[in-house]
């Protein structure tokens, strides 16, 4: 398969550009472009124009429109617009096809008077033209059919793939992808298919047979009930396997977005954490101002007084000491219970020795002044004063401290959170808190679904088995009745076609995996600069792909960017090389992460492939370096750049 | 479209060489399965009566 012509009309920056892909020796096509000058976008149009999506699209382009930005600023207000991509593509001189998808677009002005693309419907279709016969026109369901059966979405990847990301791509792809890829390609699907419908004819005939037998009969029946169990249990392993994948690669997806983003969690856990101390701090602060502001109140004005009060207090002090000043009575209290001769507190009779000492208080008190009476009422109370003066500057400065210091905590946390919203501000929180939670989630349903396939896979096993023993047991049953004679050639049929598939199947996939497996040693090998580093690449039974360092150890998640990519590519390349499936090879960015002699290597291993298939390479002027230049351009003259027009809103192509 | 891996037309011809009925009945429904129908259903049950046919002609002749 080849593909011939592309044409691009509004489609990004590709506004009016037609490829042509001319078939020489060296099936060879280079193309180079600076980044953000359309070289991805032929990709994207490419996937787009087959199945309506667009897996390689940077960030920046996704909030771009479809349809060409000179396009759009030029179109009148209600106008109607279209995006076409069309690829032409041969298959083995047999077929010429044409897949078109428009997108139809209204253009119209928004309150700020600037165009806005409004999408008005899609449409898909292929023009299927056989040798020595009319050309036909197919439509939506057939169109979307007649791609999966030429170039099946399930393994775009293998074909047309962005070379940067080659590194992750054993991250990316789970060993049970990679079988399903192999199986698609090699056609071990298809030969699936028949033993699946043998399968079910099989039963259905068996069933049938088993009708003139009770006993069979009934083992049938079982065998019947743990067929559709079994076919039960296939679908929820297959389906547990793609969850695994989807949440593999959305992870890989989210992590690739959040490898240089900070942990908002914790840093909006840690704000929230500054924040309530601020509100602890700002409580504190307050309490403090407050009690200060209480303790200059009650004991500032006493300062001010503290002269007279310490010289009072001295006076009442040597008055007391001098016995100058009475004792702290309540003379009227005194008088009253001398009078009823009847103690006022305890309500009990004085006696005697009470009423002469009474009197003779009484008498003393006479000797009194009223302002010597006051002088002894007020002396606790100016003790109290002067204990509060002599303490006053200490607690002053205590509170004082406090307060600097807990402003000082107040601003501390005000730094932290300015410090925290500064750093968030240079991102997208909302996307990045969300992908954060959404990477949780997914990590939980992925070990989930691990766990559920692995009771799949056990259970599985046991239908198996199971089936096996009645099966067995039926053909044992069988034999004891006389059975009409076709239907027991149909079945005898198809039971040998069944075993036969079966081993073809067994026997491929592992001729298959270990041709796979050989191919990619190969071109892994002549590819990598350290030829000593490692040893061998296997690909186990699960289809994981390993690479043992040369000390014996598996080395995958260690090797470099450069040697993952390298593995990548050999793999894909021995798939190519392997299954037959004949499909074009499309590489963006093809020696982006490849430096020196694995560069010089990459080269050399691209140019041998171009000669027996059609190898198209997007180069970024970098990596279209001399050496690679070397590699390369005297086998083809199909060479080109891409180059930005007027406003950047277009390409041009020149012949390079 | 030949987009079957060699391998497979391999084993088919050695599978004709050991049980030639089976392998021409094998044969036969790769090339039905390489345009697909909607009537496999039909194509499969004329098919099997077709080969299963055969079998009991080969097994009388025996």
Redesign the interface.
């Known amino acids: 398969m080849r593909v011939e012509r592309i044409i691009f009309r509004n489609f990004r920056q590709l506004r009016a550009v037609e490829f042509l892909f001319p078939h020489s020796q060296h099936d060879l096509h280079l193309f180079v472009a600076q980044n953000g000058t359309a070289k991805t976008n032929i990709i994207n149009g490419i996937n787009w124009c087959l199945y309506g999506d667009e897996p390689h699209i940077s960030r920046g382009s996704e909030k771009l429109p479809l349809l060409n930005m000179n396009c759009l600023e030029e179109a009148s207000d209600n106008k109607n617009e279209i995006t076409i991509v069309e690829l032409y593509i041969s298959?083995?001189d047999?077929?010429n096809i044409i897949f078109k998808r428009i997108q139809k677009f209204i253009i119209k002005k928004d309150i700020q008077g600037r165009n806005k693309p409004y999408e008005n419907g899609q449409e898909f279709n292929v023009i299927m033209q056989r040798r020595n016969s009319t050309p036909e026109i197919l439509l939506n369901d057939e169109a979307v059919n007649n791609v999966e059966?030429?170039i099946p979405h399930k393994i775009r990847d293998f074909y047309f793939f962005d070379g940067e990301k080659l590194d992750s791509y054993f991250r990316e792809t789970t060993g049970n992808r990679i079988k399903e890829t192999m199986n698609k390609?090699?056609?071990?699907d298809?030969?699936k298919?028949?033993l699946n419908?043998?399968q079910t004819?099989l039963l259905d005939i068996t069933r049938d047979i088993a009708k003139a037998n009770p006993k069979a009969d009934n083992t049938s029946q079982q065998i019947l009930f743990k067929s559709n169990l079994l076919k039960e249990e296939e679908v929820a392993r297959d389906n547990y396997q793609e969850q695994i994948r989807v949440a593999k690669q959305r992870l890989s997806d989210i992590e690739e977005f959040l490898k240089d983003s900070p942990d908002v969690i914790s840093l909006e856990d840690n704000r929230n954490q500054f924040k309530k101390q601020k509100i602890q701090i700002t409580n504190k602060i307050n309490k403090a101002v407050k009690d200060k502001n209480e303790l200059l109140y009650r004991v500032g004005r006493l300062v001010l007084l503290k002269d007279v009060i310490l010289d009072v207090n001295e006076l009442i002090k040597n008055k007391k000491k001098n016995n100058e000043l009475p004792p702290r009575i309540d003379r009227d209290l005194i008088e009253d219970s001398l009078k009823t001769k009847m103690c006022k507190i305890s309500n009990q009779d004085l006696p005697p020795i009470c009423i002469t000492e009474f009197k003779k208080i009484i008498e003393k008190f006479e000797l009194s002044t009223n302002v010597a009476s006051q002088l002894t009422e007020m002396g606790p109370v100016l003790n109290q004063f002067e204990n509060e003066i002599k303490k006053f500057p200490d607690l002053m400065k205590e509170l004082t401290v406090s307060i600097v210091d807990l402003e000082a905590d107040l601003k501390k946390s005000d730094d932290s959170i300015a410090e925290i919203d500064n750093l968030l501000s240079n991102y997208q929180t909302d996307k990045i808190r969300n992908l954060a939670e959404e990477r949780m989630e997914l990590e939980k349903a992925k070990d989930s679904s691990i766990g559920r396939l692995a009771i799949e896979v056990e259970s599985i096993k046991n239908l198996k088995n199971d089936i096996e023993i009645l099966n067995s047991k039926l053909n044992n049953e069988l034999d004891k009745i006389e059975l009409n004679?076709?239907r027991l050639?149909?079945k005898?049929?198809?039971d040998?076609?069944v075993r036969?598939?079966e081993n073809?199947i067994d026997?491929?996939s592992l001729?298959?995996k270990q041709k796979v497996q050989e191919r990619t040693n190969e071109l892994f090998f002549s590819l990598i600069w350290k030829k000593g580093t490692y040893n061998k690449v296997i690909i186990n039974d699960e289809y994981n792909v390993e690479l043992f360092h040369s000390s014996g150890f598996s080395s995958l998640g260690s090797a470099s960017a450069a040697e993952r990519e390298l593995l990548a590519l050999s793999f894909i390349l021995a798939l190519h090389n392997?299954?037959?499936?004949?499909a074009p090879l499309f590489i963006d960015t093809p020696v982006a992460r490849v430096a020196g002699e694995n560069r010089i290597n990459m080269g050399k291993v691209l140019g041998n492939i171009s000669l027996g298939k059609q190898v198209t390479l997007l180069f970024t002027p970098d990596e279209y370096s001399e050496n690679i230049q070397r590699e390369l351009s005297h086998l083809t003259k199909n060479k080109h750049s891409l180059k930005l027009i007027s406003n950047e809103h277009e390409v041009k192509l020149e012949d390079l | 479209?030949?987009?079957?891996?060699?391998?497979?037309y391999e084993?088919?011809k050695i599978?004709k060489s050991k049980?030639p009925?089976?392998g021409d009945?094998?044969s036969d429904?790769?090339d039905a399965?390489?345009n697909p129908s909607n009537h496999?259903k039909r194509e499969?049950?004329e098919k099997?009566?077709k080969?299963?046919?055969l079998?009991?002609n080969h097994?009388s002749e025996l």
């Open positions: 298959v083995d047999e077929y059966r030429f390609i090699s056609g071990i298809l030969l298919t028949i419908r043998l004819f004679k076709s050639a149909e005898e049929l198809i040998r076609t036969y598939l073809i026997s491929l001729k298959i392997i299954s037959g499936f004949d | 479209m030949k987009s079957f891996n060699k391998e497979i084993e088919i599978l049980d009925k089976i009945f094998l429904l790769l399965e390489q496999w499969y049950q099997i009566k080969y299963a046919a079998f009991i097994k």
